[in-house]
């Protein structure tokens, strides 16, 4: 059987030499993954992109991606090695995205997620993500549509005290004092 307990990470930014680990998880995740070159021109030439990885045992176990623009962040993937799903590795993932957002004063954040992914709609749920409309057959591989998820207001009290619980939650599920390198999290 598979463990299933929660596995606590350590999550940095994303290097080129990150990318061949990167890249198995995304073709496995995904049916119509990015190019392997969208993943270094992101790394390279998009200054609007921010990166990182979630590294256990000296393996990337997930990786998640956003650009921010205009005082908004648009996460563009968050993806889990398969073996280490719902181990609350991506959750982990989002809110370091969430933190990076805030610190960089984002005031809104945004996401698509599939039609019929309803474990990351209760993911994303848990921190005040909102459905705001449906994007019919975004998805090329099999013209699934998407839901726009946002958070129109990062400095609202909350969308802080959301984080600040979820935050708790991990930090107990994980048995750590703190699993993130930043203690500056879901600060408004």
Known sequence: MDDISPLAVDIREMRLDD??????????????????????????????????????EGQIRGYAGMWLIAGEAHITNIAVDYSFRRRMVGEQLLLRLIEIALAEEC??????????????????????????????KYYQDNLEDAIELRVEDTSSADFADACRARRAALTAALGKEDFSDDDSSCRV
């Open 19 to 56: 990318l061949d680990h990167v890249y198995c998880i995304e073709t496995s995740a995904y049916s119509n993954p990015w190019p392997f070159q969208s993943f270094i021109d992101e790394l390279t030439r998009n200054h609007w992109s921010r990166y990182v990885v979630a590294e256990a």
């Open 107 to 136: 005031f809104s954040m945004f996401l698509e997620v599939r039609r019929y992914n309803l474990p990351a709609q209760r993911l994303y749920s848990r921190y005040r993500f909102k459905p705001i409309r449906v994007r019919e």
